[in-house]
Nanobody
Framework: QVQLVESGGGLVQAGGSLTLSCAAS????????MGWFRQAPGKERESVAA????????YYQASVKGRFTISRDNTKNTVYLQMSSLKPEDTAVYYC?????????????????WGQGTQVTVSS
């Protein structure tokens, strides 16, 4: 089992920045790929970014590429999502997820463990 706890959400003005963190516990963080997903009110959950266990491979949704950066610190069992140039359409609950594989993927059904989510609100 992997327990995931997100933090860092909040209210920010358009054009601003936020950094989300996801702390993992419960088992070794090694060989665990991680992803960030989000769900806006009335919309389906969508993938945002994913990172392999090594951190070498990353993927991004097209709408966030160039604005968001996913990274991880395996010594701290933590994955981050740095968000900049935020837009109102980035408003959502953001979830981190872990999968029992070292290979990153943007497909949510491939993830085994999920956090509770953190709210990000971008005002115009």
């Amino acid at each position: 089992q992997v327990q995931l706890v997100e933090s860092g959400g909040g209210l920010v003005q358009a054009g601003g920045s936020l950094t989300l963190s996801c702390a993992a516990s419960g088992r070794t963080f090694g060989n665990v790929a991680m992803g960030w997903f989000r769900q806006a009110p009335g919309k389906e959950r969508e993938s945002v970014a994913a990172i392999s266990w090594s951190g070498i491979t990353t993927y991004y949704q097209a709408s966030v590429k160039g604005r968001f950066t996913i990274s991880r610190d395996n010594t701290k069992n933590t994955v981050y999502l740095q968000m900049s140039s935020l837009k109102p359409e980035d408003t959502a609950v953001y979830y981190c997820a872990a999968r029992s594989s070292s290979v990153a993927t943007m497909v949510d059904r491939n993830y085994d463990f999920w956090g509770q989510g953190t709210q990000v609100t971008v005002s115009s």
